[in-house]
């Protein structure tokens, strides 16, 4: 299985601020997926990232609000931008195994903004 | 038709039972039937994953037991020890489907007592 990292692991920021994380893969994928979990729920798509193509957002999400970047096979960027306390959430990255449909994730960000 | 429905929300079992997460789904156009284990603080984990054309699967303590004509299946924990305290997802997807995505569940918070 993909071994995925996340940086930051946490933050917290001040409301009307950006926040980048960053998601790196220890082997090249072609499917990079952006999730959110809210505290005691369960995880919803905020897009997907394949390398060459602009995101995908799910609806509900909006690329201004949530830029993503995918310069390469084992890395991807997302945005949370203009943040409000409603921001607040675990962010995590996924990845789909390339030879089948196992889903990967990384350790999340979790965000606190205040 | 995209949903999911996991049950129990919460579960608490005493150490040396069975643990027991029910997942009922609609779209008959998913064929690919994944577990995840998230421990607090940490992103979710790949269990164990079945598809439709087997009617059980084991690994180790975990068995998935699938229904298909009810559009059912479960996680069975066997032998719960308390280190299986964790969050259980169920999802699915219909990887025949171009661009389809996983559908997640509510979630199981489980507690297996010592």
């Known amino acids: 299985s993909a071994v995925i990292s996340q940086k930051p692991s946490r933050d917290i920021c001040q409301r009307g601020t950006s926040l980048t994380i960053q998601c790196q893969v220890d082997?090249?994928?072609?499917?990079m997926f952006w999730y959110r979990q809210q505290p005691g729920q369960s995880l919803t798509l905020i897009a997907t990232a394949n390398q060459g193509s602009e995101a995908t957002y799910e609806s509900g999400f909006v690329i201004d609000k949530f830029p993503i970047s995918r310069p390469n096979l084992t890395f991807s960027t997302l945005t949370v931008s203009n943040m409000s306390p409603e921001d607040s959430s675990i962010y995590l990255c996924s990845v789909e195994d390339p030879g089948g449909y196992e889903q990967y994730f990384g350790p999340g960000t979790r965000l606190t903004v205040t | 038709q995209q949903q999911v429905k996991q049950s129990p929300q919460s579960l608490i079992v005493q150490k040396g039972g069975i643990s027991i997460i029910n997942c009922a789904y609609e779209n008959t156009a998913f064929d690919y039937f994944p577990w995840y284990q998230q421990f607090p603080g940490k992103g979710p984990a790949l269990l164990i994953a079945i598809r439709p054309d087997v009617s059980e699967k084991k690994e180790g303590r975990f068995t998935i037991s699938f229904n298909k004509s009810a559009k059912q299946f479960s996680l069975h924990i066997m032998d719960s020890q308390p280190g299986d305290s964790a969050t259980y997802f169920c999802a699915a997807i219909p990887t025949q489907t171009s661009g389809s995505r996983l559908t997640f569940g509510e979630g199981t918070q489980l507690t297996v007592n010592p």
């Open positions: 082997s090249q994928v072609t499917m």
